[in-house]
């Protein structure tokens, strides 16, 4: 079964740095995508980014960037020159062409920016 | 503008009382799903649809039922309620996508259920 895991239940940034949330997913297939979700407090959730597995080059944009590690099976996400509009629960998911009607999703990560 | 619109965005029930929750698209999208939001637990699939007439089970279908009769609703039915269903909802569609399907999900505003 594919699972998708964040272990960071929440993280804190100060406004201007960096910060990189992360993500490991279990599959057995070879072809597959994987996205990172934002939701503010709004509730409305924002694909932020977005990476094919075939596709060796890590997604960007703009301050949001991949590093996509697929031996590893890991999937993080880094945003840089956070910014106080950056704070949001990030949620990370999977989908595979085999099974494209389903997406797994992670447990979520509170990303807290500090002014 | 692109929209899923579901409703009500917050409902507060008492256990047994049946509910629906509507979702709608104007994006033309074959595809439509539900989702639950629980701390700890991310979102989890209810159901799915691939088309008019053509829905199956995600994650966690129990105590849940969908129809879809036309291509730009697909209600949320709650028969019978248990607190167990207290939850965030999320409609989704998603776009074609490549080659793969695999599109990008887009969701509705979601709804907040309190079953007592």
């Known amino acids: 079964a594919q699972t998708v895991t964040q272990s960071q239940p929440e993280m804190s940034v100060q406004e201007a740095e960096t910060v990189t949330l992360s993500c490991t997913y279990d599959?057995?297939?070879?072809?597959?995508?994987l996205f990172w979700y934002k939701q503010p407090p709004s509730r409305q959730m924002i694909l932020v980014i977005r990476?094919?597995?075939?596709?060796?080059q890590n997604a960007t944009e703009n301050r949001f960037s991949v590093n996509f590690q697929k031996a590893a099976k890991s999937f993080s996400l880094k945003i840089s020159d956070s910014q106080l509009g950056d704070a949001a629960m990030y949620f990370c998911?999977?989908?595979?062409?085999?099974?494209?009607?389903?997406?797994?999703f992670g447990s979520g990560t509170k990303l807290n920016v500090k002014p | 503008e692109a929209q899923v619109t579901q409703n009500p965005r917050y409902l507060i029930t008492v256990t047994g009382k049946k509910l629906t929750v509507t979702c709608s698209q104007n994006?033309?999208?074959?595809?439509m799903s539900w989702y639950r939001q629980d701390p700890g637990l991310g979102l989890r699939q209810i159901y799915y649809?691939?088309?008019?007439?053509?829905?199956d089970k995600g994650d966690v279908p129990e105590g849940y039922k969908v129809s879809r009769k036309e291509k730009r609703n697909f209600p949320l039915i709650l028969e019978s309620p248990s607190p167990n269903q207290t939850s965030l909802y999320f409609c989704a569609t998603k776009t074609e996508g490549d080659y793969t399907g695999v599109g990008e999900l887009f969701f509705g505003e979601g709804s907040r259920l309190t079953v007592l």
């Open positions: 994006m033309n999208h074959e595809y």
């Open positions: 990476q094919e597995a075939y596709k060796q």
């Open positions: 599959t057995s297939e070879s072809d597959y995508y």
């Open positions: 649809s691939m088309n008019v007439e053509v829905t």
């Open positions: 998911a999977y989908s595979t062409r085999y099974n494209f009607n389903k997406f797994y």
